[in-house]
């Protein structure tokens, strides 16, 4: 297995395993390998070295599409920001499922920049063509803001997936509309490594205007690459990097983590063992009658327990709660890594049979 058997336990807190999120742990060894064989390196900066190039190499082949640009930002909320504010003009908004990170946990970063979040309700954290057509039906003339870019998530905040037909149907509507097609990919790896995933990258490729390779949630220590397919948003994006602080002196640093992570498919492993851990987890409550808030099937889920339950098993897991189901319910986030072991999910599993044996 790719993954070390470690111990992973919240630092302070004794027998406490965490599953509060994916990027709790360092890197993956083997980025950390190429870290250390590369550290007394004299690199260029700003993304301009030997290393950033490979990366790119790398992942284009995957791509299958040597015309896009990509450039390495240092976390997921700094390339929406970056994205959005760069390619829409001032009067412009962005669609996005209610539950969508932009319109949720990123601080109103993107209100921030002048630009509105048009919040749509989403099924399982999903937009739809239906959803986008009415926002366009909603924004009709100047007195409003005018619909210019839709954004999804794969994973959604939610953990589900898009499949090709999902995606290719927004890709028409964008198309048809002249909307922009943005995906944030913080959690790619773990939907493309779903077993109902039906898309590669080159589909995504294919049928979105820009996206990004999630790094962060996926192995490395920071970074996620950002992927330019359309043309006419290319043009002088580096000065907009720089602008909004995001052009990193020692950008050789992501460079290297995503030239390691795009080696002998790590990527694409690591992903699938976070879906692996969840995968047992998810066996274990269905098996107990846990409803779910969420489909099952990627890295985070999304079971609902009583009270009580979640009061029992915070004394041994760390996790967040969701939302409040009922006066009795709550539905809590379980999240799984690249990094969680055998161990981590078997304790947990044992520990969910107890609870609802009792």
């Known amino acids: 297995m790719v993954v070390p058997e470690w111990k992973t336990t919240i630092t302070g807190l004794s ?3 965490s599953f509060m999120n994916d990027y709790s742990e360092g890197a993956h060894p083997a980025i950390l390998d190429l870290l250390i064989k590369s550290n007394l390196e004299q690199n260029e900066g700003y993304g301009e070295d ?38 829409l003009r001032p009067h412009e908004c962005v ?31 999903k937009l739809t063509p239906d959803l986008i057509q009415k926002a366009l039906d909603f924004h009709t003339d100047e007195h409003m803001v ?24 927004i890709h028409r509507i964008c198309k048809t509309n002249d909307l922009i097609l ?10 493309l490594t779903c077993e109902k995933n039906d898309l590669e990258l080159k589909d995504i490729a294919e049928l979105v ?8 949630k996926n192995g490395a220590l920071l970074g996620e690459a950002l992927v330019i397919l359309k043309d006419e948003l290319k043009e002088d994006f580096r000065y907009l990097i720089k602008q909004k602080g995001a ?13 390691a992570l795009f080696q002998n498919n790590l990527y694409f492993e690591l992903g699938a063992h976070a879906n692996e851990m969840a995968g047992k987890i998810a066996a274990v409550l269905k098996k107990c009658g846990y409803s779910l808030l969420a489909p099952a099937g990627t890295n985070q889920l999304f079971p609902i327990l009583t009270n009580e339950e979640i009061s029992k098993l915070k004394q041994k897991f760390a996790f967040s709660v969701q939302k409040k189901v009922d006066e009795s319910h709550s539905a809590i986030r379980l999240v799984t ?16 049979e107890k609870l609802r044996a009792n």
């Open 15 to 17: 027998n406490m395993y």
């Open 50 to 87: 030997v290393h950033t190039e490979r990366a790119k190499k790398a992942i284009k082949k995957y791509l299958h599409a040597d015309h896009a640009d990509i450039h390495f930002i240092p976390g997921g909320t700094q390339t929406n920001l970056l994205a959005i504010s760069s390619f």
């Open 95 to 125: 669609i996005a499922a209610d539950t969508g990170h932009i319109n949720v946990h990123e601080t109103g970063a993107i209100e921030a920049t002048g630009h509105k979040v048009i919040a749509m309700p989403g099924k399982d954290g």
């Open 146 to 169: 005018k619909p210019k870019m839709v954004y999804i998530s794969d994973t959604t905040e939610l953990g589900t997936i898009y499949t090709k037909a999902e995606l290719s149907a």
């Open 182 to 191: 943005f995906m944030d990919g913080a959690r790619l790896a773990s939907a």
């Open 209 to 216: 205007d820009v996206f990004y390779i999630g790094g962060t």
């Open 247 to 259: 052009l990193m002196a020692k950008g050789f640093v992501i460079g290297i983590q995503f030239e």
């Open 337 to 352: 890594s690249w990094a969680t072991t055998l161990k981590s999910v078997e304790e947990l599993c044992s520990f969910l």
